[in-house]
């Protein structure tokens, strides 16, 4: 999920697949270690090593003599943002970034009207880490996400800033997800500069309209990287 995999990784990556489409349920059995050998065309340590992060992520319990079986999630339970990210389904993503665009439009356009200086100038100031780590070959994940709450706070709505912080860890999650697509903090990067660029204008359509398209391309690089296969090292 984070740009080029083991061999193992590329195998569990696409049993977390099978799970997150449903094709494999609570209680459902995965195939033996010889067989996922025999299935993805891999030695018997490779798939060994996919089960044991299957394992380690507690989507797989395995005992002896029932095999690996694929574990109940218990709603309650402690899943981490990164093993909530993996298992949302393709519409739940959808959905997610639907609720981004109506959000994050509106939150850039009254960033626009509203601002301070000192706002404004955090705005600037995310950019500007956002490059750095794009510059130095970093993930730029969390710098994203920081920016985008720079602008939803210069927004000075209350309600919009709640739900991107309530919802930040799986956004950048999500988003990491997009590491398997060629060029994609390159692209971000340049549709940030526009709506940053029309922040500081104040200019209020402007920043809603690259809000917009910088929201839409978002969801189009998320989803092409759900359904490429992932790429082996």
């Known amino acids: ?37 025999a299935q993805y065309d891999v030695g018997y340590g490779v798939a060994r090593e996919a089960m044991q992060q299957l394992v380690a992520l507690g989507l797989v319990d395995v005992r002896p003599r029932r095999g690996a079986v694929v574990r109940e999630i218990d ?10 990210a993996m298992l949302l389904s393709d519409q739940s993503v959808t959905e997610l970034y639907d609720l981004r ?4 439009v509106a ?6 009207e509203s601002a301070s200086e000192a706002q404004l100038e955090e705005i600037l100031s995310a950019q500007r880490a956002f490059d750095s780590s794009l510059r130095a070959g970093r993930a730029v994940y969390a710098a994203d996400a920081d920016l ?6 210069a927004s000075g709505n209350a309600v919009f800033i709640r739900v991107l912080n309530a919802l930040r860890g799986i956004l950048v999650e999500v988003r990491a997800q997009a590491a398997v697509v060629p060029g994609a903090p390159e692209v971000a990067k340049h549709e ?42």
Request: aromatic content about 0%.
């Open 192 to 233: 940030h500069d526009a709506v940053v660029k029309a922040i500081v204008a104040r200019d209020s359509h402007a920043a809603r309209t690259a809000m917009a398209k910088h929201i839409a391309t978002a969801k189009e690089t998320v989803m092409r990287a759900r359904l490429e296969p992932p790429r082996s090292s």
């Open 107 to 112: 939150t850039a356009g009254q960033a626009a």
């Open 1 to 37: 999920m984070r740009g080029r995999q083991t061999l193992s990784g590329v195998v569990a990556d696409s049993i977390i697949r099978d799970i997150r489409a449903r094709k494999l349920g609570p209680g459902d059995h995965l195939p033996t270690l010889k067989e996922l050998s």
């Open 148 to 153: 985008h709450a720079a602008i939803a706070q």
């Open 101 to 104: 665009a109506l959000v994050e």
């Open 75 to 84: 709603s309650t339970g402690a899943l981490d943002d990164s093993r909530i």
